[in-house]
């Protein structure tokens, strides 16, 4: 075993999901013979760098991608306050984002007056960001299109990409095209989901095929300095239950206070750890008994649906067993209509919640969406279930 970023042998692994589906292959019809895959979850104790050691085709898993950031109120609520953020604080000019969805941040950053370019390597996804009248092309970022994204873009002076930088089973090759797209002084930006949270609220359930790597402050900036990216900013956001958000520059910048206190914060706790991931698995695995013992209690009472039909449902649906679950809701039209990957379980618009009234338990596989969810659907008169950061059952 090898580490993805630093290419040291010093990894340890910290758990072992046995196979499952890719959690974004929804099928029209029930498919329960599905491509099963593993994960198995590393550490490097050189980098810290917490990893998924399976590698799956890109084009698999992006080519027909089935989420649309547009459709969830609060990543486009998320969106559009960074897409101000980064306006009123840096003020730039071109804007590439690298893995654009459906132009969730580049409409808004379009709104205050900035050129914006967005790459996704999703055909499907591409076309809805076009269809908004954005600069949008589905192509695979980095040294391979190199040639063809400059011609497109020239220089720009702020490449972002949110949630999509692990995505990459070449970080150091995603870095090295960075530094050839940005101007001199440009900047960039990342949002990734961070590893302290992660830890926190045990979000074994965001460990899958998609996300291929999993950084604190400390790891993301033992890379970034690899490539001669120089931390400027860093913050700690609610997307996603806990993101880590930077700000970095090829110029050596005076950094705010907040980076030097998440460092100091992920020194005194231990974060980085071997032991503390050790002991991060053990809690994982209890908490997936914990919820399917009593989710398995709850069916005396009546059918239990899920809600949310993101890579968590999958996740726990499959880790967990929770075959029993009737339904899934999801709002978005790419997912509702097919079935959860390897199973026989439909996909639901939310209104069909109002027409059966046999579901007695709604269990939030969104839980990070937990409260808007409920708010949304006032007429249920069952119990609200979500799974983390602990099991928890309300009217």
């Given at each position: 075993?090898?580490?993805?970023?630093?290419?040291?042998?010093?990894?340890?692994?910290?758990?072992?999901?046995?196979p499952?589906?890719?959690?974004?292959?929804f099928?029209?019809?029930?498919?329960?013979?599905?491509?099963?895959?593993?994960?198995?979850v590393l550490?490097?104790?050189?980098?810290?760098?917490?990893?998924?050691?399976?590698?799956?085709?890109s084009?698999?898993?992006f080519?027909?991608?089935?989420?649309?950031?547009?459709?969830?109120?609060g990543?486009?609520?998320?969106?559009?306050?960074?897409?101000?953020?980064?306006?009123?604080?840096?003020?730039?000019?071109?804007?590439l984002?690298?893995?654009?969805?459906?132009?969730?941040?580049?409409?808004?950053?379009?709104?205050?007056?900035?050129?914006?370019?967005?790459?996704d390597?999703?055909e499907?996804?591409?076309?809805?960001?076009?269809?908004?009248?954005?600069?949008?092309?589905?192509?695979?970022?980095?040294?391979?299109?190199l040639?063809?994204?400059?011609?497109?873009?020239?220089?720009?002076?702020?490449?972002?990409?949110?949630?999509?930088?692990?995505?990459?089973?070449?970080?150091?090759?995603?870095?090295e095209?960075?530094?050839?797209?940005?101007?001199?002084?440009?900047?960039?930006?990342l949002?990734v989901?961070?590893?302290?949270s992660?830890?926190?609220?045990?979000?074994?359930?965001?460990i899958?095929h998609?996300?291929?790597?999993?950084?604190?402050?400390t790891?993301?900036?033992?890379?970034?300095?690899?490539?001669?990216?120089?931390?400027?900013?860093?913050?700690?956001?609610?997307?996603?239950?806990?993101?880590?958000?930077?700000?970095a520059?090829?110029?050596?910048?005076?950094?705010?206070?907040?980076?030097?206190?998440?460092?100091?914060?992920?020194?005194?706790?231990?974060?980085?750890?071997?032991e503390?991931?050790?002991?991060?698995?053990?809690?994982?695995?209890?908490?997936?008994?914990?919820?399917?013992?009593?989710?398995?209690e709850?069916?005396?009472?009546g059918?239990?649906?899920a809600?949310g039909?993101?890579?968590?449902?999958?996740?726990?649906?499959?880790v967990?067993?929770?075959?029993?679950?009737k339904?899934?809701?999801?709002?978005?039209?790419l997912?509702?209509?097919?079935?959860?990957?390897?199973s026989?379980?439909?996909?639901?618009?939310?209104n069909?919640?109002?027409?059966?009234?046999?579901?007695?338990?709604?269990?939030?596989?969104?839980?990070?969406?937990?409260?808007?969810?409920?708010?949304?659907?006032?007429?249920?008169?069952?119990?609200?279930?979500?799974?983390l950061?602990?099991?928890?059952?309300?009217?």
């Amino acid at each position: 075993m090898e580490c993805r970023v630093c290419a040291s042998s010093d990894v340890v692994e910290i758990f072992a999901i046995p196979p499952i589906p890719l959690v974004g292959e929804f099928t029209s019809k029930p498919n329960i013979q599905a491509d099963l895959f593993p994960i198995t979850v590393l550490h490097c104790d050189n980098c810290k760098v917490l990893q998924i050691k399976e590698s799956i085709n890109s084009e698999r898993l992006f080519q027909e991608y089935s989420f649309s950031s547009s459709t969830v109120a609060g990543l486009v609520r998320h969106f559009t306050d960074y897409a101000t953020w980064i306006w009123e604080r840096y003020k730039p000019a071109k804007v590439l984002e690298v893995g654009c969805n459906d132009g969730v941040l580049l409409s808004p950053l379009a709104r205050h007056g900035v050129e914006v370019f967005g790459l996704d390597i999703s055909e499907n996804i591409t076309q809805l960001a076009k269809s908004k009248g954005l600069n949008a092309q589905a192509l695979e970022f980095g040294e391979k299109n190199l040639a063809k994204i400059l011609a497109w873009t020239g220089e720009v002076d702020f490449v972002t990409a949110s949630n999509t930088f692990p995505h990459n089973e070449d970080p150091n090759g995603f870095l090295e095209a960075v530094t050839k797209v940005l101007t001199s002084d440009g900047r960039l930006a990342l949002e990734v989901m961070y590893a302290g949270s992660l830890q926190d609220t045990l979000q074994w359930d965001t460990i899958y095929h998609e996300h291929l790597h999993f950084h604190s402050l400390t790891s993301l900036q033992n890379l970034l300095n690899r490539h001669g990216f120089y931390l400027e900013y860093a913050e700690i956001v609610p997307m996603h239950a806990g993101s880590l958000r930077i700000i970095a520059s090829k110029r050596v910048p005076n950094t705010t206070p907040e980076v030097n206190l998440i460092l100091k914060q992920e020194l005194d706790s231990g974060l980085n750890s071997r032991e503390n991931w050790n002991e991060f698995a053990t809690k994982c695995w209890n908490s997936i008994e914990v919820t399917k013992s009593r989710l398995t209690e709850r069916q005396k009472f009546g059918e239990i649906w899920a809600y949310g039909a993101a890579g968590r449902a999958t996740m726990w649906i499959k880790v967990a067993k929770l075959d029993f679950i009737k339904k899934v809701i999801d709002s978005s039209p790419l997912r509702a209509g097919h079935f959860m990957p390897g199973s026989n379980i439909p996909i639901v618009f939310p209104n069909e919640l109002q027409r059966d009234q046999s579901v007695k338990t709604i269990f939030v596989t969104a839980w990070n969406y937990a409260e808007g969810i409920a708010a949304q659907h006032p007429e249920f008169e069952g119990v609200w279930t979500v799974p983390l950061p602990e099991y928890s059952e309300s009217l």
